[in-house]
């Protein structure tokens, strides 16, 4: 593995770590029970990162739905092809909807 390989990929750990204990902090200060995870990869297989964040909120919320522009996926129960221009969910259907996918790219 080359250098800028290693730094990069120990980079986004630690930057996603971070973004997740600060979204966890704030949705166990308001209570939030629902997410939507917008833009969430169907499979991260490769890297020790990918979903890194949508994992971990998975954990913490009781309702978790993922949604991408893939049909389906492998690794979400729970997954809804959308877009995130038009998605098929009425205003306040979650507590917390997360795009970091979208964000970050």
Known sequence: ????YELASKFSIYN???KLKFV???ANRYCLESCLLVGA???AKGTN???LIERGLKSK???VIA???EPKSD????WVQANALNLPFGQKSFDLVFSNAVIEH
Do not use: A, V
């Open 49 to 51: 990162y990918g979903n």
């Open 24 to 26: 966890l902090k704030f």
């Open 61 to 63: 919320f009781q309702e």
């Open 16 to 18: 996603r770590k971070k």
């Open 1 to 4: 593995m080359n250098l800028f």
């Open 41 to 43: 990869t169907p499979d």
């Open 67 to 69: 949604s991408g522009l």
């Open 75 to 78: 690794s979400w129960e729970n």
